[in-house]
């Protein structure tokens, strides 16, 4: 398998560690709901380790392969490209509070922690759902799009 192979491989990865990283972050925001704090605790840490192997094999796929560019497709790589630099900024924008907010749960500094997870787990749940919206769209839907050359 070459580097390139190896960095193809690794989007479905990445889509899946996204999947369960939004499973368990829905998963730990219906366990604090139920008052659960035990399952809440360890669900929002595995949705931060699989977030985090997500991003350390995002770089090594990214590193691999390079950008993938969606075709223009017109108002679909519209929507596309929305999805994506939203993902992409608010990605950012996570990472501090997702490891802010763990840092006050572990402190047991309830209060902080809680309103703090307000903010953070709307923006968390969103990267980690349109990472797997982007996979889909430019793994699956654009190959879908994208004309056939016509063989000689």
């Not at 709307?122 to 769209?137: L, N």
């Amino acid at each position: 398998m070459n580097a390139h192979e190896i960095g193809n491989a690794l989007a479905p990865v990445n889509a899946a560690l996204n999947l369960l990283s939004a499973v368990l972050l829905f998963s730990g925001y219906i366990a604090i709901k139920q008052r659960r704090i035990e399952a809440h605790r360890w669900r929002m840490q595995g949705a931060f380790v699989a977030s985090l192997i997500f991003l350390v094999f995002y770089v090594a796929r990214f590193y691999l392969t390079g950008s993938h560019r969606f075709p223009d497709v017109g108002f679909v790589r519209t929507i596309y490209l929305f999805i994506l630099m939203s993902h992409m900024v608010l990605a950012v924008v996570a990472w501090p509070l997702v490891i802010w907010t763990i840092v006050l749960g572990r402190r047991n500094q309830v209060e902080r922690h809680r309103k703090l997870a307000r903010i953070t787990f709307p923006i968390w749940a969103y990267v980690s759902v349109t990472g797997i919206v982007v996979y889909v769209m430019l793994y699956h839907v654009a190959p879908l799009l994208t004309p056939v050359a016509a063989s000689p």
